[in-house]
């Protein structure tokens, strides 16, 4: 009895501290993206593929009511989403994205992030390219994704040379140099991870005149 009692108790803690131990996650990769790409009171921001907005609300947060983060996504329930959240706070912007375009004006941000994101894109050349666009000379762009999953399937419409779900950073590292971005640094140990594989960050710089 007493055996089932503790096991009811620790599985009720489990429960309730779930959603204190996701925030903490967030907050531990905002923390990393705002050192990376040197966030400040004022600096303008954009993540691309959003989902339910939790890092983009760190990143408002973080540059405070002086800066601005544009929040994009391409389906309409997590953009409706997202609406809500930038009606929520002022410094959040939604911006409906494209398949082949971020839709963001050219060289409106001082830097840009993606979790999760990069390994979906079907048209990779085109949103690297607008990407760089995006950035203002000197800008940071930030790519969290993962390795492909062993014996895993590229999803539809994604490059075949990915060899499964995920990205290998050989092949971000190449994409992206090619678009005219220079290799910045890259993080092995970012925190989370999705099944068993670990997430990794690399950071981008679009070079000044």
């Known amino acids: ?7 009811l108790a620790l599985a009720f803690w489990l429960f309730s501290a ?7 996650l967030w907050q531990q990769q905002a923390d990393r993206l705002a050192s990376l790409l040197q966030w400040r009171h004022g600096s303008v921001v954009a993540e691309i593929g959003a989902g339910n907005g939790e890092l983009t609300l760190q990143a ?9 983060v544009y929040t994009t996504e391409l389906g309409e329930d997590q953009f409706s989403h997202l609406q809500e959240l930038a009606a929520k706070e002022k410094n959040i912007i939604a911006v409906k994205a494209a398949v082949a375009e971020t839709n963001l004006s050219p060289a ?7 979790r999760l994101v990069y390994h979906h894109l079907t048209r990779p050349a085109e949103i690297d390219a607008s990407l760089f666009s995006s950035l203002k000379p000197g800008g940071r762009l930030a790519v969290i994704d ?5 014996g895993s399937s590229v999803p539809e419409g994604v490059p075949a040379n990915r060899g499964g779900h995920g990205i290998p950073q050989e092949i971000l590292k190449s994409e992206l140099i090619a678009a005219g971005f220079v290799l910045e640094t890259v993080q092995n140990d970012w925190p989370g991870r999705t099944d068993s594989r670990k997430l990794y960050c690399i950071v981008f710089r679009k070079p000044a005149p």
Not at 146 to 150: K, S
């Open 1 to 7: 009895m007493l055996r089932r009692s503790i096991l």
């Open 18 to 24: 779930a959603p204190c131990l996701a925030q903490d």
């Open 60 to 68: 408002a947060h973080r540059v405070g009511p002086s800066g601005k």
């Open 108 to 114: 409106c941000c001082d830097s840009i992030f993606m």
């Open 146 to 150: 993962q390795e492909p999953a062993a």
